[in-house]
């Protein structure tokens, strides 16, 4: 059982940062690239921005590519995004989430039928 949880999300101003972090406790996730999704209210859920088990490897959407970092700490098997130049776009509930298979050195998928565990999200508003 893989357990997540997301903190760091708030209210912001456009062209305002959060960094947003995914705690997980369950599974060794040093092997397992991790990733993060967004579900605006009325759309489907989305993909923003995924990393490699080692953290070498990144990949992101085109909506967020330039603005967003996402990172990995393993020794606090803890994965952050940070989101800089916000929009109200972004606004949306952020979810970190834990792929079916180990990725190896390749990220996670962008495909979120892919990942079997997911945070509760956290709440992105940003105000124009």
């Known amino acids: 059982q893989v357990q997540l949880v997301e903190s760091g999300g708030g209210l912001v101003q456009a062209g305002g940062s959060l960094r947003l972090s995914c705690a997980a406790s369950?599974?060794?996730?040093?092997?397992?690239?991790m990733g993060w999704f967004r579900q605006a209210p009325g759309k489907e859920r989305e993909f923003v921005a995924s990393?490699?088990?080692?953290?070498?490897?990144?990949d992101y959407a085109d909506s967020v590519k330039g603005r967003c970092t996402i990172s990995r700490d393993n020794a606090k098997n803890t994965v952050y995004l940070q989101m800089n130049s916000l929009k109200p776009e972004d606004t949306a509930v952020y979810y970190c989430?834990?792929?079916?298979?180990?990725?190896?050195?390749?990220?996670?998928?962008?495909?979120?039928?892919?990942?079997?565990?997911w945070g509760q999200g956290t709440q992105v508003t940003v105000s124009s």
């Open positions: 369950g599974r060794t996730l040093r092997s397992y690239g």
């Open positions: 990393i490699s088990g080692s953290g070498g490897s990144t």
């Open positions: 989430a834990s792929p079916t298979y180990d990725s190896g050195r390749s990220p996670a998928p962008r495909r979120f039928d892919e990942y079997d565990y």
